[in-house]
């Protein structure tokens, strides 16, 4: 399976970007990570294949919403509020196996498949 991101750019302090993630083939748990410059990378939000919860970052919690489409292969992240702070790589993952409990949707390890990642810039 390999994972296409797209959707980042440059937005001003405020603004609302939605990032897509493709998968080609069936996936399980997806999600999004993110690495500012000179920062480590860290947990943004995750969806199971089946399941109501999504787990997030509490930085991002009430500003970021994520989704997925099952049929289409296909997970989503609307930021909304965006500030400079948000400014950083944006990588798409996800778990190609089975789904994952939901305590660990947050780590790294989780997940099998990796995107390119997307740069997001949030301008003051």
């Known amino acids: 399976v390999q994972l296409q991101a797209s959707g980042g750019g440059l937005v001003q302090a405020g603004g609302s970007l939605r990032l897509s993630c493709e998968a080609s083939g069936r996936t399980y748990a997806m999600g999004w990570f993110r690495q500012a410059p000179g920062k480590e990378r860290e947990f943004v939000a995750a969806?199971?294949?089946?399941?109501?919860?999504?787990p997030y970052a509490d930085s991002v919690k009430g500003r970021f919403a994520i989704s997925r489409d099952n049929a289409k292969n296909t997970v989503y992240l609307q930021m909304n509020s965006l500030n400079p702070e948000d400014t950083a790589i944006y990588y798409c993952?996800?778990?190609?196996?089975?789904?994952?409990?939901?305590?660990?949707?947050?780590?790294?390890?989780?997940?099998?498949?990796w995107g390119q990642g997307t740069l997001v810039t949030v301008s003051s």
């Open positions: 993952v996800a778990r190609t196996t089975y789904d994952a409990i939901l305590s660990a949707l947050r780590y790294s390890s989780t997940y099998d498949t």
């Open positions: 969806i199971r294949r089946n399941g109501p919860s999504t």
